[in-house]
């Protein structure tokens, strides 16, 4: 069981299972979302239990994807495609993950302020 929470803790989630490794997106939406780069690994939603659903916001970004957050602290959380079986939830929001990063995607669309230099696979899109 893999257990997260907001910073404030009005919302926290619980994962049934190991996590899948995760991807660091650093599309211009994703970081301007997040902050930075949005780091995250998808979850099945029949895996996921979410305490606290009441205080989550939901920013409609496109018309496939919405994006979860606190709506107390403004923790960013999730990554929802409706249409999926699957969500994804903030790596950062994990009390611990047992997962790596596998992939960053996005990078032509990365910050110039920083260099991606782990050795993790990087794709354009």
């Given amino acids: 069981m893999h257990k997260g929470s907001c910073l404030c803790g009005a919302v926290s989630f619980e994962v049934e299972g190991e996590l899948a490794p995760g991807d660091a997106c650093h599309c211009s939406q994703c970081r301007r979302w997040s902050g930075h780069v949005w780091a995250s690994t998808n979850v099945p939603r029949d895996r996921l239990v979410v305490h606290g ?73």
């Fill in 53 to 125: 659903m009441d205080m989550v916001s939901w920013f409609q970004s496109s018309e496939k994807i919405r994006r979860g957050f606190c709506s107390a602290c403004g923790s960013v959380l999730f990554w929802d495609p409706p249409h999926k079986d699957w969500t994804s939830i903030a790596m950062g929001a994990f009390d611990a993950t047992g997962t790596h990063l596998e992939m960053h995607i996005f990078v032509s669309q990365k910050g110039d302020y920083y260099e991606i230099a782990d050795g993790v696979e990087q794709r354009e899109r």
